[in-house]
């Protein structure tokens, strides 16, 4: 659990309140004496360059030389609504959303890294029926498992003020198709905004490394998608994270989008929502995920450090995915249902370099087997060749098997294709006059990071004609 140790005096007048804080906000402390406790005093004196300076406060090893109350506020998560504490990692997008959220709002809360602390992993679990799901939030000891803005608004007491600004443009997707577009549509003179459900980047910012976007031998997702929020903010763009799209309607030649917190108006519209991961629709695939089935190596992999991982796909994202798993975990299986990859030969080819990886080809999975704690215990396969079923023990399984659009909300607004794919002509100009469409949500799309900047770059040309 969380430390915090106190080094102070009884006759120190800011012990004596610091240490009244910690107990009026129900924080566990350990208080040290410094008169006491000689070797305490020499580390009060290491820490603070020879001098004695009390109270110094250790929070999970971090040193603090007497923080006023509202310097501790910040660090322990305390607000007049509660203590708030946020459990995750920087690798998950709904945890840098939720952060983002709380910090833009000006609420105090305590970040425990999942990565960092064992237990901080465990009191997850605990939370979450065996489940890692983060984040998971603590507002004082009740937990919420990965809040939107919406709850955390209104368990916060948040008072948020509407928008009424007529935007000229309303991108919704914040990932490589959305950000080139709104650059673009900046550039030119035209004021817009961002709405992303979830974090900025979209699937690329999931992917640990891209070696095929020009200019750049290797870069991070995470690393390239900063870039582009960065640059797309140096031009004006206003961005929203945590703002899901429900609905949108056309009044009068203006665009009302209303998501679940806000309603906001724009003179056009691009959609950029991206995709989401195919599942297999196996028996207990549902009940397993997030209890050892995963659809993302990069948000979830650090989990399986040192230990059996199976991945299941054959394209370039499965190998992708699979040979950054073997970098840390104890070993892979890929299994493929055909007897030849899908995926570039530059995938395949680097996978005979890697000694953890193993590959079973002609293989289709068919159940997911689960241990009696409800947690994935092995995978079942079978052999399209002899009908003989197996199953291959894991610790934890990673599917990738394709993208879905998602375009659910734009079933009655737009026209779509029989896969649900956004269909566009021209300037990815939609059914709708003033919609456009980009990204792997359209018809047609190629899932590549560059090409993606490419098709925003076309949306802000189709925005630019409409607009002028």
């Not at 031009?235 to 429900?246: D, F, L, N, P, R």
């Not at 991982?309 to 054959?314: A, K, M, P, R, S």
């Not at 030969?345 to 080809?361: A, D, M």
């Not at 009696?372 to 199953?391: G, I, P, R, W, Y």
């Amino acid at each position: 659990m969380i430390e915090v140790i106190l080094y102070g005096a009884d006759w120190c007048p800011d012990c004596r309140r610091a240490k009244s804080y910690l107990t009026d906000n129900n924080i566990n402390f350990t208080f040290v004496d410094v008169d006491l406790d000689k070797e305490a005093a020499a580390k009060v004196e290491t820490i603070n360059n020879g001098k004695r300076i009390i109270p110094t406060l250790f929070i999970e090893g971090k040193a603090y030389t007497n923080p006023d109350n509202i310097k501790l506020a910040s660090v322990l998560g305390i607000n007049a609504v509660g203590r708030v504490q946020l459990y995750g990692a920087d690798w998950c997008p709904d945890c840098r959303r939720a952060k983002s959220f709380l910090r833009d709002n000006k609420i105090n809360f305590e970040f425990i890294d999942v990565d960092k602390h064992e237990w901080a992993t465990q009191q997850v679990e605990d939370i979450n029926n065996g489940k890692r799901i983060i984040p998971t939030v603590l507002i004082d000891e009740v937990a919420y498992t990965n809040p939107d803005n919406v709850l955390l608004t209104d368990l916060l007491s948040i008072n948020q003020t509407q928008d009424y600004k007529v935007y000229d443009t309303v991108i919704i997707g914040g990932g490589a198709a959305g950000l080139t577009t709104s650059i673009y549509a900046q550039r030119d003179r035209f004021d817009t905004l961002i709405l992303e459900k979830s974090t900025i980047g979209g699937n690329a910012f999931l992917t640990e490394k891209i070696e095929n976007y020009p200019g750049f031998t290797s870069i991070s997702g995470p690393k390239l998608m900063s870039k582009m929020e960065e640059q797309a903010k140096t031009y004006g763009a206003t961005i929203k994270t945590g703002e899901e799209v429900v609905s949108i309607d056309k009044n009068n030649e203006l665009f009302d989008i209303k998501t679940k917190g806000a309603v906001y108006h724009s003179r056009s519209v691009v959609l950029s929502t991206g995709s989401t991961y195919r599942k297999l629709g196996i028996p207990n695939e549902e009940q397993l995920i997030g209890s050892g089935i995963h659809f993302c190596a990069t948000c979830d992999g650090a989990f399986y450090r040192d230990k059996d991982v199976i991945v299941i796909g054959g394209g370039n994202s499965a190998l992708e995915e699979g040979i950054f798993l073997a970098g840390f975990c104890k070993s892979v299986q890929i299994v493929n249902r055909s007897e030849q990859f899908s995926a570039s030969q530059t995938y395949v080819e680097k996978l005979k370099t890697i000694k953890n990886i193993s590959v079973l080809k002609n293989m289709t999975p068919v159940e997911f087997v689960a241990d009696d704690q409800d947690n994935f215990k092995a995978l079942k396969v079978k052999n399209n060749s002899t009908n003989e079923v197996e199953s291959l023990q894991a610790d934890g399984v990673f599917v990738f098997i394709g993208l879905i659009p998602n375009t659910k909300s734009f079933v009655d607004l737009v026209a779509l294709n029989k896969q649900g794919f956004i269909q566009t002509k021209g300037l990815a100009e939609t059914s709708v006059d003033g919609i456009f469409a980009a990204g792997d949500c359209r018809e047609g799309a190629i899932a590549q990071v560059a090409a993606a900047t490419g098709e925003g770059v076309l949306a802000s040309y189709g925005l630019r004609s409409y607009l002028k």
